[in-house]
């Protein structure tokens, strides 16, 4: 039997085809990927929920869904993706303590009086906060809030002194909204201990957490497989974390448990800090990953580099039970814990902003390897890199906090993730006016082109015309453009680089279709159809996908809507046997221009007319054709505004006074007769006018003729 052919025949000898490489994080290098099994499997570090999410978690999640579906629909690979929801959090406990207490207050009815001591108290209490704020930033945001709440209490006193009741009445309410923080901090120092209620600390997660499935769910990143919740994994981390202690690995200290870095570090197989070992020490680091509510505990550790894995609960704190006593698990443990509870000793891939590199990864991984004595608990390491805002890192202070919400008042969905397509994920991304500008405009070269081959079908049909070197030429570059897409893909999933090829061949169709009379438009709909593949892999819909959203049968009956009123109009203008041909010719023009300008596009259909021929019909978002056209109208009315500035200031230059008659302009003591039109005969002598001379006076009356009637026609139009 002949031995079956190599696969890879066409390639020269030596050369291996490109696979999958990806940036390990652990390595800091670009290494082959090769999962342990048959599925892949994948955690990523979730958000702890405890405020609306950012463009900072949109730069994670969108990135990871891109790296996710490029590799499950194009490389193939069977993924089991698992993230976790911290819901149990210094920052949960802290927020949801002062917003119970605020509400519990604004729903007392304190009386105005009290609000204004209460008010002041609390300013009082931030102020001190102020003093010893080291934080630059930071106390710039606390002085930034108690102006406003000087800016509400003024507003509410002079509503006050009006003796408006109802007035009043909003005014405080604003005035509460806006105290607050501030508020919420005061109430918390007297009263914060006496919260013990579990399901007081499990509201504000809650609501958070389903703002963040609306949030990624706008954004078309896909669910995970698995969710975790902290709060649900309780007992599984009291056991992880016993199994920690039976290693040798960590202690139990004052009712809490930490994990001892110097033991582990000092065993022959294991190593602390392996994502950033030059962090090793960092105490500023360790101590914001213990959280806030944690930081007076040095007493209890054998050594700074200690970090807890189980805390004791204080007043004021969510407990569950231990065998330490009754406490809630440390921020670093829980996903050791829940990622081994539902993918094992080993992962594929763990994924994470590269601001949890340290100490949150690096603890991550110390403790899973202590729970498991081995040291390969994770494969490949993939960390997105930071998301700033036109340049700068993104603050509340700076007043350049984006929530993904407001990001998508002001763009689409599509444009946002091209923005993070055409930036490396592991690099950082500057989201400025700039990026969304240039992810636009890629959004609409796609678009345009999808559209124009739809058109060109819809026109002429599938058609395969001679195969002329025009048609080589193109397909040549349909082929070395998807070898390069292949090419950049298999190198870290290089999105940037697979959009300029994208970019290059759609230029080079677009020169092909627009040196051609007649083309070849089933080569045409080959190269459209792998774009748009490509870019619904990527999550950016193309085409029907991305118009229809589900709602055909409604848009048809849209459509159908506007096809009836328009007949309607018709059959009245047909009727009326007095309209002049002349009108109704005005009319029909004014409603086909109607059609194409007022009706269609906020269903999405663009009319575009061509000349000799039937005009383009293209499908396309209504939201956006509707902003295009607007944009189109503001240019139009500003170029008019700028015209009647123009007019305007040309007017404001003409003098004020009217210019001479021409008639009257030569009769002066220098001349003795004039002719009928007032044009000099003989000179203050007496002496007649010569030829040359009556030839100059008579140029010099027609200039003052023209600039005379001139001004006459402005009055006129003034």
């Known amino acids: 039997m002949p031995k079956r052919p190599d696969p890879r025949w066409s390639l020269p000898k030596g050369v291996e085809p490109p696979r999958l490489h990806l940036y390990n994080s652990l390595t800091r290098k670009k290494e082959l990927f090769v999962p342990q099994g048959h599925v892949v499997t994948w955690y990523s570090c979730g958000p702890t929920v405890y405020d609306d999410s950012h463009m900072g978690h949109a730069r994670s999640y969108v990135s990871f869904d891109i790296l996710r579906r490029v590799m499950q629909d194009y490389f193939g690979f069977v993924i089991h993706y698992v993230m976790n929801i911290t819901d149990i959090d210094d920052k949960i406990i802290k927020r949801a303590r002062t917003t119970y207490l605020v509400k519990q207050y604004r729903e007392s009815q304190v009386p105005r009086d009290q609000v204004y001591d209460d008010i002041a108290a609390a300013m009082e209490h931030h102020n001190a906060i102020i003093a010893t704020t080291t934080d630059p930033d930071k106390c710039k945001m606390l002085i930034d809030e108690v102006q406003k709440v000087k800016i509400a209490a003024e507003a509410l006193k002079t509503v006050t002194n009006s003796s408006n009741a109802a007035e009043a009445s909003v005014k405080q309410e604003e005035l509460l909204a806006s105290a607050s923080s501030v508020l919420g901090e005061w109430l918390d120092k007297q009263k914060g201990r006496d919260i013990t209620d579990n399901s007081i600390f499990a509201e504000l997660p809650r609501h958070y957490e389903e ?140 994924t994470g902003g590269v601001d949890l590199k340290f100490p949150h990864h690096d603890n991550e991984l110390a403790q899973a390897e202590a729970h498991y004595n081995n040291d390969y608990w994770v494969r490949y390491f993939l960390h997105t890199g930071h998301l ?110 697979a959009l300029d090829h994208i970019r290059d061949l759609i230029t080079e169709a677009n020169k092909y279709m627009n040196n051609n009379v007649k083309v070849n438009s089933q080569l045409l709909l080959n190269i459209n159809n792998y774009i748009g593949k490509l870019m619904s892999m990527f999550g950016v819909p193309v085409g029907d996908r991305a118009v229809s959203g589900g709602q055909d049968s409604e848009k048809l009956v849209a459509v159908a809507e506007v096809v009836a009123s328009i007949r309607e109009q018709l059959r009245q203008w047909s009727r009326d046997k007095e309209k002049d041909i002349k009108d109704l010719q005005g009319q029909l023009l004014g409603l086909c221009d109607s059609i194409r300008d007022d009706l269609l596009p906020p269903l999405g259909v663009r009319l575009e007319d061509r000349e000799g021929g039937t005009p383009s019909i293209k499908l396309v978002d209504a939201a956006e054709l509707m902003q295009e056209i607007q944009a189109k109208k503001d240019q139009e009315e500003a170029r008019r505004q700028e015209k009647v500035k123009k007019k305007a200031e040309q007017v404001a230059k003409q003098p004020t006074e009217a210019p001479k008659d021409p008639k009257d302009m030569f009769r002066t003591p220098d001349y003795s007769q004039w002719d009928s039109n007032g044009l000099p005969t003989h000179d203050k002598e007496g002496k007649e006018i010569t030829k040359s001379q009556v030839k100059k006076l008579t140029k010099l009356m027609e200039a003052q003729k023209k600039k005379f009637e001139k001004w006459q026609a402005q009055q006129q139009q003034s």
């Open 211 to 350: 703002e963040f499935n609306k949030d990624m769910e706008a954004l078309n990143v896909l669910p995970a497989d698995v969710i975790t919740r902290v709060s649900e994994y309780v007992p599984q981390i009291v056991e992880y974390v016993e199994k920690i202690i039976a290693n040798g690995y960590a202690y139990e200290s004052n009712g809490s448990v930490y994990f001892d870095v110097g033991k582990f570090d000092a065993e022959p197989n294991h190593y602390y800090a392996k994502l950033v070992p030059e962090a090793y020490g960092n105490q500023e680091a360790l101590e914001e990953g213990e959280g806030a509510l944690s930081l007076n505990t040095a007493q209890e550790k054998r050594s700074p580099n200690d970090f807890a894995l189980w805390k004791a609960s204080k007043p004021g704190e969510p407990a569950w039970p231990s065998p330490w006593g009754p406490g809630r698990p440390g921020w670093h443990i829980e996903c050791s814990a829940m990622a081994s509870d539902v993918l094992g000793e080993s992962l594929d891939i763990h």
């Open 388 to 497: 700033h805002i036109d340049g700068c890192k993104m603050s509340k202070s700076l007043k350049n906090f984006i929530t993904i919400k407001k990001a998508l008042e002001d763009n689409s969905a599509s444009h946002l993730r091209i923005a993070f397509l055409l930036h490396a994920w592991k690099d950082t991304l500057d989201y400025s006016s700039n990026t969304m500008e240039g992810a636009r405009q890629f959004n609409k070269m796609v678009t345009e082109f999808n559209l124009n081959i739809q058109d060109l079908i819809r026109r002429t049909g599938c058609t395969s015309s001679e195969w002329t070197p025009m048609e080589v030429s193109l397909q040549s570059a349909f082929n070395s453009g998807r070898v390069s897409v292949h090419k950049a893909l298999c190198d870290n999933i290089d999105t940037r680089t």
